[in-house]
């Protein structure tokens, strides 16, 4: 399994943006997908969760202004995020769980801008 990410880029605080994550290998049913963030100095922290392809799950702070979404016939994980805020200035990870195993993309950078 390889997460590719893409999609991210400079926006002005209060734009959107989607960021993508296509899924290659054998399989497309994961118990569990996500999308991860982190900045320069913190952790990794968990943005968004989704659970045996149906149940969502959000971090306080983007509740309401990102969504997290799959497309099976493409492979792909997508988290869109509108009203954004400078805050939300990260590196943006998607993230697979399937029987016991991780599998990580490799980041795409969300700047926005105040």
């Known amino acids: 399994v390889q997460l590719q990410a893409s999609g991210g880029g400079l926006v002005q605080a209060g734009g959107s943006l989607r960021l993508s994550c296509v899924v290659s290998?054998?399989?497309?049913?994961?118990?569990?997908m996500a999308w991860y963030r982190q900045t320069p100095g913190k952790q990794r922290g968990l943005v968004a969760t989704l659970t045996d392809g149906r149940t969502t799950g959000y971090a306080d702070s983007v509740k309401g202004r990102f969504m997290i979404s799959r497309d099976i016939a493409k492979r792909t994980l997508y988290l869109e995020m509108s009203s954004l805020k400078p805050e939300d200035t990260a590196v943006y990870f998607c993230y697979v769980y399937h029987w016991g195993s991780v599998y990580w993309g490799q980041g795409t950078l969300v700047t926005v801008s105040s």
């Open positions: 290998g054998s399989i497309f049913s994961f118990e569990l």
